[in-house]
């Protein structure tokens, strides 16, 4: 049976439907795990300088070598300010990426829920 | 990885010829399953799963434009939707009060009816477009640096949980494929089997071949005509289809990846495996290169639009900016040491630092020590230019890329300026002052390490209070407080360091070796880049390697690749601002050898061969009467130089042998013009003067510098010249001594410790022993060759065997007869007639008679020919002198002088 189809239409139905396939999850999966990936890469940028982790892991080590009783209790004092700034800045950060998000799902990722629903929304 | 170990098996399918496939691409091969050509390696079978066959031209190019076409028109269709549908978007949004945000105009935004649903349809269309131009069409080749393939060649092999099949073509790079594709259409329109010149062809078609082309000097079109000549080009069969043979290039082309580390098969892979082909080494041949030119030519390529490339090639000053913290707030400011020294971490952060050739060995060494409790400083030795301050910015950029161990991760790398320290305080306490203030920082701050260049230099400064700048550092050293990479020179160790044995004992050393040809070409692949794009120039792979090859045989007191880069960066100068072109050529480099050494350009460039062979032919004509010896000389010569790998030594050692006024001096300077190039280019060397041991500091120099070395002088001055060491058995036995080792290691160490190298010498002893003998043969009418064993029974008595051994060959010399001195006089009058008729107008003629006489008067048996020139003198140019200042010969004239002329000169 099969071998009576023409190789062409058998060839260009697979990569029909190989296309379809892929633009499915393309567009459910690929792009906003993309642009997650490309987002947090603000997040890294960011810790590269600032080092809120570095800084949460050395909490009680006395800044620039300052083993007296002062630096050994101002490190902690400016240490917890650091990592505070850090978690503030990358919650900052999260936000903008998570309305940046909203704006992409709105924007592109639901376009073709939108053009579906619209064509059948009768102008006034 | 050793591919070397692993077995593999070829298969290829008699059914469908290695294709896959038989009369349509969807008729798989019943015989082979689909697979057509197969290689199977330990269980695994690896295949090449892309089925192709060729297209007629038209329908390819109409594919490819009907595919542009549906793609500009869907990415122009989706951008007008999205104007026009926005635009009705827009005029429904304006009915909005004051277009305030709210909720309203939210649901106004998404649902605002189908005028707007065009925006929609246009963003869902361009998205589409990108989808399936970026991800559907892009080809994602899968790596061969993952593990799946990795394993194939592994040691640790294990099979289970294995695919027990590999589609190659997976891998392949677009690029390769077109090449493919085009190669087989080409085979198609000329109506031909495909074969291998159809695959160079297409592969000549990528830029990237074509530009390994270009900068091999190598002329694309000729080169396809000749590789193309002795091709047997067959028929086509009705299918043309990638085969068995393509196959099997593509196959090697994986291995040939897999094993240079290339994530995807290139065409330069297909490339090498072709020209590696036995059929092309002929064609290669005659352009002289070799198949492996290719691939460091190709590392050219990569290194030309890296960062450091741009900043280094823009001579910029300007510094990288310094973070005075430190991520962790844990390191201390360095005021001081900021202001005298470079930190090579900041370079390496911006990516100004070039990468490290071939020193893992190194490396690993290097951060093993450093990563020590004790004992944790490096001792860096190697002579200047050998790699030791590439080695600390290897460090600097490895740091920074994370790739060190735990301990040495944020690490700031900085290196001292030594010179700048003392700057400003004469007496050195300003100097110790900045030493200690540096020193106290390391110790606080903990995250740098030291690197100090030429750390010996440090030795030599006292500060007032008479200790030195070392009795205060060795403590701190030893203490592991600070951790410091030293550089040194091997002399600097020897004097400075070792002998100072606590200073010494804190380090571990590394020695630093001078890299190899193969290497030194990967460092210019770096250098070449940053050189082109700072000049504006193109410098071809041939001049590169000329650069190498001929600075290893002529730059004896620098190390490569420096000695390399700046013969280059001369050749540059001189394409450039001399001639005028931005081509570098092979040319160029031999010019600057030649201003370099006083070697003709014509004489470095030539074929050393062709100039072997024809040593002696051009000896002969200068050196009469001596048959043998210049016969011997050319031998040895010859045999000593295509004696490959003993470079070590001097080009040749000879004693010559024989009365005087033989030709000996003569045979030595006619060596020196042809081999040399000039006449002058030897240094005679009287070794009577030097009959007593004390002689020897005459002979190499005194430690202090102020009695030359007569010989290891003109040697460092003129490292391309004959010596010509004459009544060499009148020498001491302890000079004696310093020949064996010169003739045999071809190096010397002067006075001043400077090694001195001797070999682009010729070295010629001359001695008179068993002159007595060889004339009194002479008397008797005997032939030389019957009193040679006596001769040398005579050398054994004067010399130490393992001292005659060391001569290339030991050259007896006939003693000259009636004819020969007649033919040295005629010699001699040609010369006389040149130097005549250039400043007088007249020539001068013998007659037999008079030639005859010559010969007679000009040669004793003792003296040989040497009074030859005087009689020349004192019989033929005086009386011309006579009768040119009596007006007697007129410009033009002939003078013919007989022997009755002569004979009245003696009145």
Known sequence: MLNAIPFYITKISVKSVQWLTGLVYFWLVRLPLGYWKK?????????????????????????????????????????IGRVLIGIVIHLILLILEIIGFLLFLGFVWLAPVWFVVNLFIWNQ | ??????????????????????????????????????????????????????????????????????????????LLFTIVGGLNLYDSLKAHQNLKPNLHFLFDLFFAGWATAFFWLGLFLMVVVLYHRAVFMKRKPISLLEKDYQYILADQFKQKNKPIAIDISQSADLKTLQVLANALDLAYSKNQAPNTMHLLYALMMDSQVHQLFQKLEIPVNQFIKQAGRDMVFNQATKNIALDGTYKNYLFQAFWE?????????????????????????????????????FHNVSLWNKYKNLKVTNFLSKKSYKKPPHHIMNRSWSAVQTKTLDQFSTDLTDYARVGWLLPLVNRDKEMRMLTRVLQRSSKNNILLIGQEGSGRDAMARGLARRIVRNKVPSLLRDKRL???????????????????????????????????????????????????TSMDIISFLAPLFSKSVIQVIGSTTLKGYRRHIEPRGEFAQTFDTIKIQELDKENSLKVLSIQIPIMEKANRVTITYSAAEE???????????????????????????????????????????????????????????????????????????????????????????????????????????????????????????????????????????????????????????????????????????????????????????????????????????????????????????????????????????????????????????????????????IIIFNALTHENIKQIALIEIKQLNQRLETEQGVTVKLTDQALDYLAKIGYSPEYGARFLKRTIRDKVEDAIVVGILKQKYQRGSEIVIDKHDMESQNR
């Open chain 2, 1 to 78: 990885m050793e591919s070397a170990q692993v077995e593999i098996n070829q298969i290829n399918c008699d059914t469908c010829r290695g294709s896959g496939w038989v009369n349509s691409l969807d008729n798989a091969c019943q015989q082979c399953g689909g697979k057509g050509y197969v290689q199977e390696v330990r269980g695994i079978k690896l295949y090449w799963g892309e089925k192709m066959r060729a297209v007629p031209p038209l329908i390819r190019k109409s594919i490819r434009r009907l595919s542009a076409i549906i793609e500009i028109g869907s990415w122009a269709l989706g």
């Open chain 1, 39 to 79: 987002a947090i890469t603000a997040n890294v940028f960011f810790e590269g300088g600032w080092a809120t982790y570095v800084t949460a892991r050395n909490l009680f080590e006395p800044l620039y070598q300052d083993y007296t009783v002062m630096g050994r209790v101002l490190g902690p004092i400016f240490r």
């Open chain 2, 547 to 809: 650069a190498i090859d001929k600075s290893r045989q002529f730059i004896t007191n620098k190390l490569l690749p420096q000695k390399a880069i700046d013969v280059l960066a001369e050749a540059i100068v001189r394409a450039k601002n001399t001639k005028g072109k931005s081509l570098v050529t092979k040319n160029e480099v031999l010019e600057v050898f030649s201003e370099k050494t006083g070697i003709p350009v014509t004489k470095i460039g030539r074929d050393e061969a062709e100039e072997l062979l024809n040593l002696e032919r051009e000896i002969a004509k200068k050196v009469i009467g001596q048959p043998q010896a210049v016969k011997n000389t050319a031998a040895a010569i010859r045999r000593m130089r295509v004696r490959i790998g003993e470079s070590e030594r001097p080009i040749a050692v000879f004693m010559f042998l024989g009365p005087t006024g033989v030709g000996k001096t003569e045979l030595s300077k006619a060596l020196a013009q042809v081999y040399f190039g000039s006449r002058d280019r030897m240094t005679r060397i009287d070794m009577s003067e030097f009959a007593t041991p004390y002689d020897l500091e005459r002979l190499i120099g005194d430690s202090l510098g102020n009695v030359k070395g007569q010989l290891t002088e003109s040697v460092r001055i003129n490292p391309f010249s004959l010596v010509l060491l004459d009544e060499f058995e009148k020498a001491h036995p302890r000079v004696w001594d310093l020949f064996l080792q010169i003739f045999d290691d071809g190096r010397i160490t002067d006075g001043q410790g400077r090694v001195v190298n001797f070999t682009n010498t010729i070295l010629i002893a001359t001695s008179n022993v068993g002159s007595r003998l060889i004339l009194t043969t002479l008397e008797q009418g005997i032939s030389i060759d019957k009193v040679k064993p006596q001769i040398k029974t005579e050398l054994m008595k004067k010399f130490r065997p393992e001292f005659l051994n060391r001569f290339d060959d």
């Open chain 2, 257 to 293: 990846a897999v094993k240079t580390d290339e994530p995807t098969i290139k065409p330069k892979n297909l490339l090498f495996v072709i020209i590696s082909q036995d059929f092309f080494r002929p064609i290669l041949n005659k352009y002289t290169i070799q198949a492996e030119d």
């Open chain 2, 414 to 464: 900085v290196k001292l300026n030594v010179g700048a320290l003392g700057v400003g305080g004469g007496d050195g306490s300003l100097l110790k002052a900045r030493v200690e203030a540096i020193m106290a920082e390391l110790i606080k701050t903990k995250n740098v390490i030291i690197y100090i260049p030429d750390i010996h230099n440090l030795s030599k400064v006292k500060s007032v």
